[in-house]
């Protein structure tokens, strides 16, 4: 077979390839519909969007997958499907901080995919009020970054929100510095949101030093400022360059290469086991000697592994805090239900913030 025939031949087979997993594409959205018609049959208020279940299907997807596509981008893919397949049965609407742009929206878009609808808020605050009156299904909020810490705002919100956490997304942060200038010479001034400012200093002192630095609200407010206004730049990531139609003068300014920022999803519904997750909690120790020794005796006594601690002033009391803890687990395995029981009789606050897969993609 010459070449030209075999082009020809291959071709063609990629032609039915895509006839037959448009087909069964379609196939899986109408049994989705399926299970819509099944729940609503039961409950009127059915809950669709189940992260237990979506993080084990594309745990699964990651497991099966032989390449040469990789297991990332496969599990991608997948999300997608099953974006627009939870949409035939309940269109989710999703609040993020805005504007349009930032990196919390790319957050909420890679974990919920692209068939949701999302919602521009201006605070985080704001975005847990969206969703507590029901105006969106779920939220989306930055709570740490790998080089500059926890994200404070998120964690004083939660002191006083009953929403739960439902799951998580790390989002690998790539800082661009966008501009409509021709050349660093024409910068005088840089936007940026005060952690991004943070995680490029180096860059800019080596590279800008003798620019402006002003904090403002988020990156994607930044890259809007610096479309309208000249001899200005912003520090903002890859969609706030295709938003506001900005040029990239110089890309992976971060001073970390590995920067990475974990954010939280919230919701109202508590979430089932997956096999593989997390739970959150907020504990404050009574005032008295070895308080936090005795918060962290029952993860140790029942062989709980705590992956992450932070404090934070109570607001009610001079010198006094509280805790966020995370460990793996969820609350309904056994070690862990039994450590959370012996928490809840010896801290003076204690309080699940939520169990939730961990992030899969």
């Not at 208020?45 to 992260?51: E, G, K």
């Not at 890259?223 to 001899?231: F, I, P, V």
């Amino acid at each position: 077979m010459s070449d030209e025939a075999a082009l020809k031949a291959t071709r063609e087979r990629i032609d039915q390839l895509d006839r037959d997993i448009q087909q069964l594409i379609n196939q899986r959205a109408e049994a989705a519909q399926e299970v819509a018609r099944i729940k609503l049959k039961s409950d009127p208020h059915a809950v669709f969007y189940r992260p237990e279940r979506e993080a084990s299907v594309l745990r699964e997807v990651k497991a099966r997958n032989e390449g040469p596509i990789s297991d990332e981008e496969m599990a991608r893919l997948f999300r997608e499907i099953m974006s627009c397949c939870l949409a035939l049965e309940q269109p989710l609407k999703i609040a993020f901080l805005g504007p349009d742009g930032t990196f919390t929206q790319t957050a909420a878009l890679k974990h919920f995919g692209h068939s949701v609808s999302t919602l521009s808020v201006g605070s985080i605050p704001d975005i847990f009020a969206e969703v507590e009156s029901g105006a969106c299904h779920y939220g989306v909020v930055p709570v740490e970054n790998s080089t500059e810490g926890v994200v404070s705002h998120t964690l004083d919100t939660f002191m006083k929100s009953p929403l739960k956490i439902c799951g998580e997304v790390t989002l690998r942060i790539n800082q661009h510095l966008l501009s409509n200038a021709e050349s660093l010479d024409e910068i005088k001034t840089i936007y940026s949101h005060q952690q991004s400012l943070a995680q490029c200093r180096g860059w800019l002192d080596r590279h800008l030093p003798n620019a402006e630095r002003i904090a403002v609200g988020s990156n994607a407010e930044a890259a809007r400022r610096a479309a309208e206004e000249q001899g200005t730049a912003a520090i903002a990531g890859e969609t706030a360059a295709e938003i506001y139609k900005l040029t990239k003068l110089a890309i992976n300014i971060e001073d970390e290469p590995g920067n990475t920022t974990r954010f939280m999803v919230i919701g109202k519904n508590d979430v089932g086991p997956s096999g593989h997750d997390k739970t959150s909690l907020l504990l404050s120790s009574k005032n008295e000697s070895g308080g936090l020794h005795a918060l962290l005796a029952p993860l140790a006594i029942n062989g709980i592994s705590m992956t992450r601690i932070e404090s934070r002033p109570s607001r009610q009391g001079i010198w006094e805090y509280v805790f966020f803890i995370d460990i793996n687990g969820h609350r309904d395995d056994e070690k862990v239900a039994a450590a959370l029981s012996d928490l809840d009789n010896k801290a003076s606050l204690f309080k699940v913030l939520g169990s939730y897969p961990r992030a899969v993609i």
